[in-house]
């Protein structure tokens, strides 16, 4: 694929699930391997650059998030030349199925890992579980996940009930408790909203010494999509690649929250919520001068006209 960078990620919008499927399995034979994993899994690996980023994706994010309708990794292949090598479930699994860990067994057996000068696990939410989780299969690599769950397992996390109907799912054999497999990993970086009382939870249980977290407030609880919509994913993707992600760089990366709407317009509603109207104003000043916001006009035009009342 040296030479077919520009072509890279194909476009698979308008095709059916089966379709699609075929595809992205005639994709991973032609550039290193296509594996389906029981009927809710599938691995496909693109192989191209010593750096190797592993994804953990439902089929229906892919669908939701990319313009290409290709897994997240084929971008960084196409941007940075690495290799990927895409994880993906039919809706929300955690990648609880023993063919997932007989296949990560048989890639630590086969010395895969040891094949990439350098490892990136990533995913959010199940996805970030499951990322945290299976990275114990390649010691040593860097792992970034976006408001992981730490463990669906009642007795740890019984106050989790967003998802008790998925509590019969084994969590704790094999790749079970997330924050424990990421023991091995190089550095892990979690991120997500403290404001988010669940997610704020679950990162946590993910407090040690090798793992960093960042606070991402006002963001809400679909951080993947903002993330895509930011374009910030790649850059993040990157610096945890390039052990250059910490506070201040993320801090840096972050400030293009500042030109994103649905950002603005949240910080907005905590402002009026908690009666700090002052703050709302100087929020509206600032926005209606940057960028063409209605919304935000029309808060600051009633703020102005109860001051011109009292």
Request: glycine share 6%; proline share 5%.
């Given at each position: ?218 963001m809400g609880g679909a951080l993947q999509g903002d993330l895509y919509e ?81």
């Open positions: 694929m040296q030479d077919q960078n520009q072509d890279f990620p194909p476009n698979l919008t308008g095709l059916s699930r089966s379709e699609w499927l075929a595809a992205l399995r005639k994709i991973g034979e032609s550039n290193g391997f296509a594996e389906p994993l029981g009927k809710k899994h599938a691995a496909i690996f693109v192989e191209q650059g010593d750096t190797l980023l592993v994804s953990f994706e439902t089929m229906e994010g892919v669908e939701t998030l990319s313009e290409t309708r290709t897994p997240l990794g084929f971008d960084m292949v196409a941007r940075e030349g690495w290799s990927h090598l895409a994880l993906l479930s039919h809706g929300d699994t955690w990648f609880r199925d023993p063919r997932v860990w007989g296949f990560f067994d048989q890639l630590l057996d086969d010395g895969f890992f040891d094949d990439f000068d350098n490892v990136v696990f990533y995913g959010a939410g199940s996805c970030g579980y499951a990322a945290a989780a299976y990275s114990v299969a390649s010691p040593g690599a860097r792992v970034l996940v976006v408001q992981p769950q730490a463990t669906l397992d009642p007795r740890v996390t019984e106050w989790d009930d967003r998802f008790s109907h998925q509590r019969r799912r084994d969590f704790t054999t094999r790749y079970g408790y997330a924050p424990d497999m990421l023991d091995a990993a190089h550095h892990a970086h979690v991120l997500y909203d403290p404001r988010e009382r669940m997610d704020a939870m679950h990162s946590a249980l993910f407090e040690r010494r090798s793992i960093s977290r960042y606070r991402l407030p006002f930011l374009e910030l994913l790649p850059a993040l993707l990157k610096a945890v690649a390039e052990d250059g992600l910490n506070t201040d760089s993320f801090a840096k990366l972050y400030r293009t929250r500042r030109e994103h709407p649905p950002y603005l317009r949240k910080l907005m509603q905590r402002l009026d919520a908690d009666g700090r109207t002052e703050m709302t104003r100087m929020l509206c000043q600032n926005v209606v001068a940057r960028m063409y916001a209605p919304k935000f006009r029309r808060r600051l035009a009633q703020i102005e006209a109860q001051d011109d009342q009292a």
